[in-house]
């Protein structure tokens, strides 16, 4: 209207006038559209209870705040839920929005990150919530962050004074109904009608994931009891504790949904630093390489020593030229140098020569974690500036998963959600989300959001949050309204259709880091 006026030179004054003028420029204005009322079938919304771990929780940019869980999807579920009948949902909230967690006064987990403008950084500031401040429920979102599968059924997880030897968890600890209580105890008590079980066998590979490998793979060990924090599940073991989660949640008759576990190397924690990120200059390049050069003709002396029978084949039988070649180390002027890694995958030949540990240069097939990017480059020796980590130090194993590594945690993967949809397949009254291929659509082209595409890309793709492994606000939403359409495709529900569900310019991809 502003143009029209403008080109009259008119003020219209009179109501009437205006309208004409409307009408002669747009006469035939499509009606908007009315949308449907909403249905929900045969679902009962009036007892939600939500069990997972960090992203059932609202965990974001590495910490767990108020914004953040309110953020989080089952909350945001809920909203959509109380257009249909739906209960209130409660959540054990921590006391700010610095993210953190205090056990007697003492800080035992930071501060959540935020965009500086140049990546993420911690926040500053000292955390307000105290575990033993103990938070009285019931609560609707059992997310836990940082449970394992077995975890869920394990009494004492919530136990205030296991926190500090590590045989408790410190979110559950807050909120748990007693020391002995378990989380899936605490949700039954609560007799949901409905129910959603979400990413429960993430965690069970995201700790050796994050470790670089550094835990063990414990398929064939039956016993968790015996499982170190960082070490990958057994198959069994989860398909023990899933099951037994999911049957007693239905057993009452409650509708649920459950999640399959994404590839979690598809996430940008492991994408976003590359393999090759040194440059160097010529005197440089020149100055390591005369360094490596003992190194890697060591490599090859052993070899032939072996092939003529001057070393015994049994020291390193698997040696052959292909590793001999794969193991050398060579850097070039300018961009694109290969970090120097350790790699236990190697043969071991410090037998035979101490000089010879398992190093080679990384390629494009490992991947480094996130933090390794405030690592390569720094000094393991201040006073040498030629002890750089990365190039004349080598990585250590917590700073990359190598291919090996890799496949035990996508082998693991596929066991879990093979477990996962042979459950759901077994009940009419669970629905498989899968939220694998979510991620792999969203880590290769992208995911539709309305009008966004919502890719893994670290800060910049909406999906994940500064942490690199779990979601923005926004990316939560999303989850949220893919479980929708699954509850429209199985329930007889109409939450997509009747416009029912969390707008994606309602939700943030950072949060500022003056949040009050």
Same mark, same amino acid.
């Given at each position: 209207m502003k143009?029209?006026?403008?080109?009259?030179?008119?003020?219209?004054?009179?109501?009437?006038?205006?309208?004409?003028?409307?009408?002669?420029i747009e006469p035939n204005l499509p009606p908007v559209a009315e949308l449907p009322a909403l249905q929900t079938g045969s679902l009962d919304f009036s007892k939600y209870v939500a069990v997972g771990a960090s992203f059932t929780a609202g965990f974001t940019d590495g910490a767990l705040f108020v914004a953040a869980q309110e953020n989080s999807f089952p909350n945001i579920l809920s909203q959509q839920f109380a257009n249909a009948g739906g209960g209130a949902f409660v959540q054990p909230l921590t006391n700010d929005n610095l993210g953190g967690l205090l056990l007697g006064g003492n800080v035992i987990q930071g501060t959540r990150l935020f965009f500086n403008g140049a990546g993420p950084a911690g926040l500053p500031g000292d955390p307000t919530t105290e575990v033993t401040d103990k938070q009285v429920g019931p609560f609707n979102n059992m997310g836990v962050p940082g449970a394992k599968s077995f975890h869920i059924l394990a009494p004492g997880y919530g136990s205030v004074a296991g926190v500090a030897t590590g045989a408790s968890?410190?979110?559950?600890?807050?909120?748990?109904?007693?020391?002995?209580?378990?989380?899936?105890?605490?949700?039954?008590?609560?007799?949901?009608?409905?129910?959603?079980?979400?990413?429960?066998?993430?965690?069970?590979?995201l700790g050796y994931a994050t470790s670089g490998g550094s835990g063990v793979d414990q398929t064939g060990n039956f016993d968790p009891s015996t499982y170190g924090g960082n070490d990958i599940t057994d198959p069994n073991v989860f398909a023990q504790a899933f099951n037994g989660v999911v049957t007693a949640l239905s057993a009452g008759g409650a509708k649920g949904l459950v999640t399959n576990v994404p590839f979690i190397t598809d996430l940008p924690h492991f994408t976003t630093v590359p393999h090759n990120p040194v440059p160097l200059d010529g005197a440089t390049a020149g100055a390591v390489n005369a360094a490596y050069a003992a190194y890697n003709q060591g490599l090859q002396d052993v070899l032939n020593g072996i092939n003529a029978g001057l070393i015994p084949a049994?020291?390193?039988?698997?040696?052959?030229?292909?590793?001999?070649?794969?193991?050398?180390?060579?850097?070039?002027?300018?961009?694109?140098?290969?970090?120097?890694?350790?790699?236990e995958a190697l043969s071991d030949l410090t037998g035979i020569n101490p000089a010879l540990v398992n190093m080679r240069q990384a390629t494009a097939d490992d991947l480094l974690v996130l933090p390794s990017s405030?690592?390569?480059?720094? !000094? #393991? =020796?201040?006073?040498?500036?030629?002890?750089?980590?990365?190039? +004349? *130090?080598? !990585? #250590? =194993?917590?700073?990359?998963?190598?291919?090996?590594?890799?496949? +035990? *945690?996508?082998? #693991?993967?596929?066991?879990?959600?093979?477990?996962?949809?042979?459950?759901a397949s077994a009940n009419d009254n669970v629905v498989l989300v899968d939220l694998n291929s979510v991620l792999t659509q969203a880590a290769t082209t992208g995911y539709p959001y309305e009008t966004y595409n919502m890719t893994t890309d670290l800060v910049f793709g909406g999906l994940v949050s500064l942490d690199g492994i779990h979601l923005t606000a926004r990316g939560y939403a999303l989850m949220a309204t893919i479980f929708l359409e699954k509850l429209d495709e199985n329930f007889g529900s109409n939450f997509i259709e009747s416009g029912t569900f969390p707008k994606s310019n309602d939700f943030t991809t950072q949060y500022p880091p003056s949040l009050p």
């Open positions: 143009n029209i006026y403008k080109y009259f030179g008119l003020l219209f004054i009179f109501s009437g006038l205006v309208a004409c003028e409307i009408d002669e968890n410190p979110y559950f600890a807050r909120f748990s109904t007693s020391e002995t209580a378990t989380v899936l105890e605490d949700a039954l008590a609560q007799s949901p009608t409905f129910f959603t079980v979400s990413e429960l066998g993430g965690n069970d590979v049994a020291a390193a039988p698997n040696l052959d030229q292909a590793e001999v070649d794969r193991r050398q180390i060579s850097f070039g002027a300018g961009e694109g140098n290969a970090v120097v890694i350790l790699d405030s690592f390569i480059g720094t !000094l #393991a =020796d201040p006073a040498n500036p030629l002890s750089v980590n990365g190039v +004349a *130090i080598p !990585l #250590a =194993d917590r700073w990359v998963l190598t291919p090996e590594e890799q496949t +035990a *945690i996508r082998n #693991a993967t596929i066991a879990y959600n093979a477990t996962i949809e042979a459950v």
